[in-house]
């Protein structure tokens, strides 16, 4: 097994809504990322669990959680959205977080839609 | 302030043709580069990597040049194929350091018929 999952694929919460969006890797990776991609802009590091230790980019609000179960999963609560957190959220993971393997493997990503 | 740029953001190539997309870094301390493909509505695909110690690393059509006294690397594609066309982010990391990588703006390359 090669690739990277995500679920849902598609997702529309209103600002009082809480959900999370869910990763899976069976590569026994074990770093794995959370960016988010707006329209004609690169992806945006905002979460990395590598090791069980998680760095944080701290210009992501709060009301971004991620949560890591064990070394295959990892989700993402969302709570009190605003619209502009409307993205493609993408899902990576790598062999080793440091490290001349640094090759990130992205999932499908999730199309989120705040209303 | 940028750390990764890609100048150009869009590129058309003749089918056939050599394509060649650039891409220059400001810290020097980015020692592991990366390039990767992206099509619309997908998430970003890795297409080759190479590491500070050497300037040269191919695989197939693709061949990955590191220019690092110039603080500059590009990405050839030859042949380019229609499949080809799609937006190419050139990305950097330092080993050891946060495992985060840094990628530029993208390259949309339009492979022309």
Known sequence: ?115 | DQQVKQNSPSLSVQEGRISILNCDYTNSMFDYFLWYKKYPAEGPTFLISISSIKDKNEDGRFTVFLNKSAKHLSLHIVPSQPGDSAVYFCAASEVNRDDKIIFGKGTRLHILP
């Open chain 1, 1 to 115: 097994d090669t690739e990277v999952t995500q679920t849902p694929k598609h997702l529309v919460m209103g600002m009082t809504n809480k959900k999370s969006l869910k990763c899976e890797q069976h590569m026994g990776h074990r770093a794995m990322y959370w960016y988010k991609q707006k329209a004609k802009k690169p992806p945006e590091l905002m979460f990395v669990y590598s090791y069980e230790k998680l760095s944080i980019n701290e210009s992501v609000p709060s009301r971004f959680s991620p949560e890591c179960p064990n070394s295959s999963l990892l989700n993402l609560h969302l709570h009190a959205l605003q619209p502009e957190d409307s993205a493609l959220y993408l899902c990576a993971s790598s062999q080793d977080g440091a490290g001349p393997y640094n090759e990130q493997f992205f999932g499908p990503g999730t199309r989120l839609t705040v209303l």
